[in-house]
């Protein structure tokens, strides 16, 4: 039996980084514009917001929702992934600051419970019951890239 040296081939060699995504939703989407005398413009409940922030071909393990600020009172966010619409979280009470989560999808049972991957570019849209004037939203997700490589970590055989 022959023995086939795979190391410098298909990056073999390369060490892959655990990275994180992060994608915020604030209430308060734009100040308005003063040259016409627009005000001030906030989430609204018939809206969907998404931010794409999940490389193609990456293991997403973990994903953390953060209320970094509360929202108005009675405002609930429901959180789903883009392309397929995997439901992270539903019907979260976001009216008050200072909550972090492990998401539902990756608890016991969840649609990402042992990680998942994700073969096209990705990420999260949020909707929420009703205008907010208040508050940050955010969605973190552990994930690893197999494509992106962060440097050698074996030397040259």
Known sequence: MAIVQRTDLNLNNQKRFAEGAVATFPAKLSEGNKRLDTGPVYIDPADEYQAYCLPKMSIVRDIFIFVREGFDAGTVATVTTIVD??????????AT????TLSTAT??????EN???????DGFKVSF???STEGVLQVIAGYT???EKSGKYVATV
């Open 97 to 100: 600051g200072g909550i972090f």
């Open 145 to 147: 890239s197999l494509d």
């Open 85 to 94: 619409g995997t439901e992270i979280e539903s019907t979260m009470d976001v």
């Open 107 to 112: 608890k016991a049972g969840g649609a990402l």
């Open 115 to 121: 990680g998942a991957l994700f073969e096209v570019v």
């Open 129 to 131: 019951n009703q205008t």
